[in-house]
């Protein structure tokens, strides 16, 4: 396996670490095949916003898979995710699931093309859609951490036709619509930017996209793959108060099965094939395992006071609630140990997602696009890594990553980080003699 892994993240290459193999998942905790434990913060990367192994989601899985994993026919449980779906998300009264967050994005991308007949898309400097060929330029995630600026492999054609803006940028997209709006198919945005590290929108930017596709006949697309039931249960839209024409999902909706979603209004996802003429097809699409385990975390996620909850703690409001208050708490500890430290390090969260930058010398105050993210000490956050691992805490082995806080944290586990935290940005101020 290249790098010996599945996912280059997984390497702990930029933390200069051998990666960490692990035997099995709890809750909020991960145990490696050493048997340390650890609190999780990864929480792989998004999707387990239930904790690991949730008793409902293993057992609903295990039910399934006693009738069968998959049919190359329909099955209901498609439905009714499909129906779960649109009742919380008024943009995506139908929907297409695919297996995964790239492939959501691949086949928005083919749709947007194929709806309006153009060839050009518009996408933000550090936002990460997957390792989709033509929107691998200046992706984040690990495309920033182990990537070049834009991968080999991927053709000069494809690369043509994606026109790159800073994000946050309302002035520079209405540049590129001013000089290429005829044949621009689709603008395509992370609404809340995960894959730097959280980046919020400036208020405003993306109604002004909104504004900007509308006038310029091109589908507006939010890849909330990542933000999608993270952030509330209709999303960055919900939040941001503004609708996109095409949403991508992935994530949250397999509940830790191999998923991803596309869809937006009827006229234009009947467009795709059987209805239409854009192809796309899928054997292991909707399958009814990743369909289970979809369904299970967001009926969790939505029943306010879920008696199955993933604690007891938890278990008696809402979901959203809970997630934003430990956001809360784990961000002023952080904050407020980072200060007692003097070590330099502004906190960007929405709700369980949360990114501590360290800022280091560059002084900045907030982290608003790709360069200011950049611009970050990338050594002291390896130092930090290292030192919070040591004292058991899994964060993403990289500046670049939101973390997740799952429905399974409790409070005394974010005072626990809080407290490994307060011991590592000591080792972050001390540079340890390299070699
Ligand atoms: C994770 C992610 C993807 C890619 O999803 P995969 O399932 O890893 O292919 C796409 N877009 C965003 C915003 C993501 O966070």
């Known amino acids: 396996m290249p790098g010996g892994v599945s996912s280059p993240v997984r390497s702990f290459k930029s933390v200069g670490l051998s990666p960490v193999f692990i035997k099995s998942g709890q809750g909020a905790y991960l145990t490696d095949v050493d048997g340390n434990n650890y ?14 192994a949730h008793p409902a ?25 499909a129906t779960f779906i649109a009742g919380v998300m008024p943009g995506v009264p139908m929907v297409r699931f695919v297996n995964s967050g790239t492939e959501a994005v691949t086949s928005a991308l083919r749709l947007a093309r194929g709806a309006t007949g153009r060839p050009l898309i518009v996408k933000c400097a550090g936002c990460y859609h997957g390792h989709v060929d033509a929107l691998l330029v200046q992706a984040g995630s690990g495309a920033t951490t182990h990537g070049q600026p834009s991968s080999p492999g991927i053709p000069d054609a494809v690369i043509n036709n994606t026109l790159l803006v800073p994000f946050n940028d309302a002035a ?5 619509f ?30 002004r996209l909104r504004e900007l596709c509308s006038r310029h006949g091109a589908i507006l697309i939010f890849d909330e793959v990542m933000t999608g039931f993270r952030v509330a249960l209709g999303g960055a839209q919900q939040l941001q108060q503004v609708q996109p024409d095409i949403t991508c999902l992935g994530k949250i909706i397999g509940g830790g099965l191999p998923v991803g979603a596309y869809g937006g209004r ?10 239409g003429p854009v192809y796309q097809a899928g054997t292991l699409s909707g399958n009814p395992l990743a369909m289970i385990a979809g369904l299970t975390t967001l009926r969790l996620l939505q029943s306010a006071a879920a008696g199955d909850a993933a604690n007891a703690a938890n278990s008696s409001q809402d979901a959203y609630v809970v997630l934003e208050a430990l956001g809360s708490r784990l961000q002023h500890g952080l904050e407020k140990s980072a200060a007692r430290a003097e070590v330099p390090l502004v906190v960007q969260r929405c709700g369980s997602m949360i990114t501590p930058f360290f800022t280091g010398q560059s002084g900045k105050e907030s982290i608003k696009n790709y360069a200011d993210a950049l611009a970050c000490d990338t050594q002291a956050y390896a130092r930090f890594f290292k030192a919070m691992l040591d004292g058991g805490v899994m964060l993403p082995p990289s500046q670049f990553e939101a973390w997740f806080i799952s429905l399974a944290h409790t409070e005394v586990d974010i005072d626990q980080t809080v407290e490994a935290a307060a011991k590592a940005f000591e080792a972050v101020k001390q540079p340890a003699a390299q070699g």
């Open 172 to 176: 520079a997209a209405e540049a590129v």
């Open 39 to 52: 609190v999780d913060y990864v929480m792989s990367y998004g999707p387990l916003i239930a904790g690991h």
């Open 266 to 275: 009827e006229e234009l996802m009947n467009q795709v094939s059987p209805a």
């Open 57 to 81: 989601v293993r057992a609903a899985v295990a039910k399934q898979i006693s009738r069968g994993s998959s049919f190359g026919c329909c099955s209901e449980l498609e439905i009714t995710l």
């Open 178 to 207: 001013s000089q290429h709006g005829g044949q621009i198919a689709a603008m395509i945005v992370e609404p809340i930017l995960g894959n730097i590290g959280v980046v919020l929108p400036e208020a405003g930017y993306l109604a």
